[in-house]
């Protein structure tokens, strides 16, 4: 048997809780994609208001030709997350052009509840989390049109008033449940299938290298990376340096990392966990997912958690990348420089490193501070520092490019605008070349102090570059060459670089500092909420996970007491009947015949029972036959409820007779 | 023992499995047994199963969980849960859409064979919730109702009568996805109504027999019968009333017409309808009855077993019908 024909109503619903759900996933599908779908549903809509069938195959195998290559073009590899969604969302809206039955229906809105789900994989913040609410609710409301069979009304969607009710009724039932069961769903210690790095690609933030504008990507940015609590106090806001990846190898355009020439290096697995000592900085630091391996953290980290190491060049690298908000308490030695543990004479070679070649009037004007100042550090980096300081330069978000072979050149002798990035680059290769080892570090500056929530966000437009210098004995000591040209921008981090309204516009800082606490609350206590936190919650209850029958007792009690709460809201609206107006007023007639000793058996009608009352009070035999009569007609017979005015009437009538007689 | 109320569909494979489940599990199917309406429907008697659709929800739904486990994504695991939870309850909600739903009237005018049986199926809500997208099926056709509460909803089906006599609707089943299609709840209503099934009236209509005058038609010249109170012959017409003279001069069969205006009363004798067979006499005297109704002639009606009258009226005509209808046939 096919299945019978969406009608306009029912199509309409179907359309818009997709077209819901491709709203949410506008935040990270490229536009002009969703824009193409959004134009290929607009047209089905169109279409089908006229003309009810599905669009031609020669319409549609074309286009599902076009929908994949448009995926691979833009994504690459079609099994990649990205990838896979947008081909899945291709191919929905493929369906729902060729959709004309209600199974086709039934099978979209299942697909996009898992499109809902998908969603989460990309973003889990809380706005976006309640929007979600509006397609789920959509998908349901579509699958009740769906439901009801043609000619029928779908209850939910089309009545108003049993909507309240039978929709509050439901809530008021799955919201426990729901609430129940996300508590209780065992969480995996594991994931039972992998998630091989950089599988999952292309979330902004911080990356491995560094050329011209991959910084500037970021400072438009304003999404949070992480927040951070300092429970004993935060030190000052120059010293926020929150460390990311150590870049050394430079090849004229980008900045790199290097292997120092040690498969352990390579691992990333140098130092293992560690305590720190007591009076060290403490920290707490809550990591938005980034997919990547940095923990972001204040120079000199000495203590982190299990799961993570520092590695040689003073970073810190979880073993697996975050790729759901993280929490981590570190602490640090604040400003210390970074001690050179291992392999001194590879990191000396490596922070010496530079394209050969290149930048020649650079090197020119290092050299001729070097046989000026000698081989001191100190002296050379307040040369270069003064250098920029008093060298015309200035500071700007959007230098002229540089576009020659030597760039640094370019920058140093002819622009002389530029941000962090340049001033990094350019002071690294001018130590170099004046034979001082050096390397650029990424990471974020500051960040700005949410006053509700008491801790400190750091947002992309947070985004840094610095440099560190060899000085023999001490370390890798941090020179931070922006500081020079810009001191502002080390102070007010953020309010200078994100275009932050917040100077200004007070009111708008507070909303956006509420708002981000409400994140910060959703992330600890939601979206956190991990195998090792279900085993916290459960201890709290004074519940061990390890015991299944503790854990049974539990789910079955909570299973049952929201079974108890179902049951008393429906006995409620059961007990709030208004009953059946002829079946009241014969239970009046039967209560007076009860008085005279008369009760209807248990499986006697009301003709028999009238019968046997009329023989047993003959004198009442026509007012008891016309009563029951009445009630038949009324109660049972074609007229329904019309016949209650004789039913009223004959009643009277019996109990005038009855009390006459009485 | 023709039992014309029996549906005439041949039995497939299905209905055979019912017949079977019918004989084996009375309890579990309750289509067999006839009951006294009103028929209010409980939880000892609906059925519900996820219905195809339920099943692919929630192996979709497994699948949603299992990513959200193994991603460790709280925000896509709550809404799975979500999900989850509106389909569990949609389970209840299904089974209430049927719970305490009354059959309070199977409607019905009796009719002649070869009409339909316009079946109205009185529908009545035993509380205050109102009932979406309510489906009877009978006989293979559908019916889809929405009970409000307080007042009866009827569903009507027309169903071919077969032959006369009393006529039984098969079980009615009453079945519901409301209100996301995840599951299938059903129950069967067999009430013990059931319909009368008059004898088809004859076409083209006979002429009502005229009250027998014995005199008249013995002693009479039947020559100087007029013709235009004669007729063609039909079979059954009592040779006596043959008019030979004047079929003689025609060439035709002619019987002649016993109407006489000033009767007002006839017999209407089944073993007075010669050479035909039972069920064209009872039809013959079906059309007589409501001749002689519509022109108001007392009429007695004389069955093998009864005898009916003489009068005239609503009340002889219905027990003058139902006595048709029920000639030889077993049982109430």
Redesign the interface.
Known sequence: MRSPVLDPRQFDWTLAAFTATLAAHLLWLPPWFAAFLAGLLVARWLQRRVYARAWPVWIKLPLVGVVLTLVVFEFGNPFARQAGTAALIGLCTLKLIESERRRDGLLIMTVTLFLVSVQFLFNQGIGITLYMLLPTLLVFLALNEIAAPPGTRGGLASQIGSLGRELLLLLAVVLPLTLFLFVSVPRLSEPLWGTRENQWEARTGLSDTMSPGSITELLADDTPVMRVRFPDGPPARSSMYWRGPVLWRFDGTTWSRAYLGNPQMREGRVDGPQDGAADDLRYEVTAEPSDRRWMLTLDFVTGFPQGANRSLDGSLVRERPISSVYRFTARSHPDAPVPVERFASTQRRFGLELPPGLNPRSLRLAQSWRRELGDDPRALVERALRHIREGGFGYSLSPPPLVGAHRMDEFLFETRLGFCEHYAAAFVVLMRGAGVPARVVTGYLGGSYNRIGAYWVVRNSDAHAWAEVLVDGRGWVRVDPTSAIAPERIDQSGAFAGGDLGRDWEWLRSLRERVDAVQAWWNNHLVRFDHLHQQDFFSGLGIDTGDWKQLGVFIAGGLAGIGLLTAALFWLQRRRMPGDPALALYRQFLRRLRRQGLQPGASEGANDFGRRAAAALPALAQPIAEVVGAYEAARYGRIGDAGLPRLRTALAAFRNASNRKG | MAVAASSAVPANWRERVWRWLDQRLPSLTRRHRHE???ITLDRRRIYIVPSG?GL??GA??F????????????????????????G???M??TF?NLD?LSL??V?ADPVHAGDPVHL?F?L?C?????R??V?LTLAGE?R???IA????TEASFALPSGGRGWYTPAPVRIST??????FHAWSWLHSDARVLVYPRAETPPQPLPRLPDPGRISGADPGDEDLRSLRDYQRGDPLRLVAWKASARTGELLVRQLEAPQARETVLDFHHIEGLEVERRLSRMTRWVLDAERAGIRYRLLLPETSLGPDVGVAHRLRALKALALHALPGP
């Open positions: 006294r309406l009103p659709f692919f929800f979709m739904m699948a949603i969980l299992a990513g959200a486990l193994n991603y460790n994504n709280n925000s896509a695991l709550l809404f799975g849960l979500l999900a989850v939870s509106l569990a309850v949609s209840l909600q209430r305490r309070v009237q409607a109205a009185h009545r035993e509380d205050a919730r109102t979406f997208a489906t559908q889809h109702v929405e509460p307080g007042r009866t996805t409301w209100p996301f299609g995840l």
